[in-house]
């Protein structure tokens, strides 16, 4: 079978210093797959690759076998590769409804404005939170409405990879449970291919298929996600326990 997302031997540097070195992973259809590490582990930068925003300096990226690495940001989008940033991002001045339909543009161009309504509906029926706030300006949102528009953007455009960064930064925990929520729905719809930053790394875990941890660019190990919870290592280093 061909992975949805694969990355082959993937290095990237800033100027001298290297972020990842030879970073190989993939994500399968239907699959949520995390990615956890420390602070600077590369995981961020991992995800930007991914995206086109970086370009690697060796490597390669494919989604379902077409080379993603050599193209610029807008062309991977084109392709199917949905990001969702740290800090969320969302279009501030413009209205929840017209911030999904930013996030439709490509799907409009491919099928049409029946195809990006009916999304919308769907984006809507996930989070009722975002129909109630449809005509509100998108800066004007708590935190976490602010995260469900973000997720509920990338969604629009029927992405065949959805790529979460650190989606619960900065919420209560209240919020933070409703973006584990949404993730488990859109993980249990298995109709994008998932692959996760999250500073929460139990709670990533939990959900996750399976899972990759960076440690200073690149990859440690590697497990499903309840592996990784039972691993003794694992649990010291980024579980916050002792045992």
């Known amino acids: 079978m061909t992975p949805v997302l694969e990355l082959k031997n993937v290095s990237v540097n800033y100027g001298n210093i290297t972020a990842l070195r030879s970073v190989s992973l993939q ?8 990615l956890i590490g420390s602070n600077g582990a590369g995981k961020t930068t991992t995800l930007k690759t991914v995206s086109s925003i970086l370009h690697p300096k060796s490597g390669e990226i494919f989604l379902q076998g077409k080379p993603l ?12 590769v949905a ?3 740290e800090g969320r991002k969302v279009f501030s001045t413009l209205s929840v409804e017209d911030n999904l339909i930013m996030g439709g543009y490509l799907l409009a161009r491919r099928e049409g404005l029946k195809a990006v309504t009916a999304e919308m509906k769907k984006a809507y029926q996930l989070f009722p939170r975002l129909d ?10 708590s935190g976490g409405e602010q995260q469900m528009l973000a997720i509920a953007r990338a969604m629009m455009m029927r992405p065949k990879v959805l790529l979460l960064d650190e989606p619960t930064m900065g ?9 584990f929520q949404y993730i488990q729905v859109l993980k249990d ?3 994008t291919a998932i692959l996760l930053v999250e500073q929460l790394a139990y709670r990533a875990l939990g959900i996750s298929d399976r899972a990759y941890v960076l440690d200073q660019g690149a990859i440690k190990t590697t497990g499903t996600g309840k592996e990784l919870l039972a691993n003794p290592d694992i649990k ?3 579980l916050g326990s002792k045992t």
């Open 236 to 238: 010291k280093a980024y």
């Open 132 to 141: 109630e706030r449809k005509k509100q300006w998108a800066g004007t949102l």
């Open 171 to 179: 919420l209560s925990p209240v919020r933070i449970n409703e973006v």
């Open 189 to 191: 719809a298995k109709t």
């Open 27 to 34: 994500v399968n259809a239907g699959e949520l797959v995390s």
């Open 83 to 85: 990001h969702v940033p």
């Open 69 to 80: 690495h050599l193209l610029q940001p807008h062309e991977v989008a084109g392709m199917g």
